[in-house]
């Protein structure tokens, strides 16, 4: 979904991994859509900039990196590598010992 506009972001499952997408400044960042301190879907939250912010607790996420910016939380969050390939936005999801499934938005 290239026509995901600035500053929004969009949920999705990817290889059986729930998955977050956003655009941020042009560039589109896929991380996973869970916060790493309470389990709660961040695609509820809010995005402002490159940070994600949990609405449960409010911690908060650089979507570039996943690493924590906020307390409660205090461990980063995965992201996944982002390639635009006709049009569509594909996230790459890597899993340990096989290939690398990757979905489209």
């Keep these: 979904m290239a026509d995901l506009g600035e500053g929004e972001m969009i949920a999705g499952r990817v290889a059986g991994t729930d ?3 956003c655009q941020v400044e042009g560039r589109f960042y896929a991380m ?9 879907k961040l695609s509820t939250g809010r995005l402002r900039g490159h940070e994600i912010q949990c609405p449960l607790h ?6 570039r990196t996943g ?4 307390s409660p939380a205090s461990l980063p969050i995965k ?6 390939e006709g049009g569509k936005v594909c996230v790459t999801i890597l899993e340990r010992g096989s290939g ?5 938005f």
């Design 79 to 84: 992201t996944f590598p982002v390639t635009l």
């Design 100 to 104: 690398a499934p990757t979905g489209l």
């Design 32 to 40: 996973e859509d869970l916060c790493s301190h309470a389990r709660q």
């Design 58 to 63: 409010g911690g908060r996420f650089d979507v």
């Design 67 to 70: 690493a924590c910016t906020a």
């Design 19 to 21: 998955v977050l997408l």
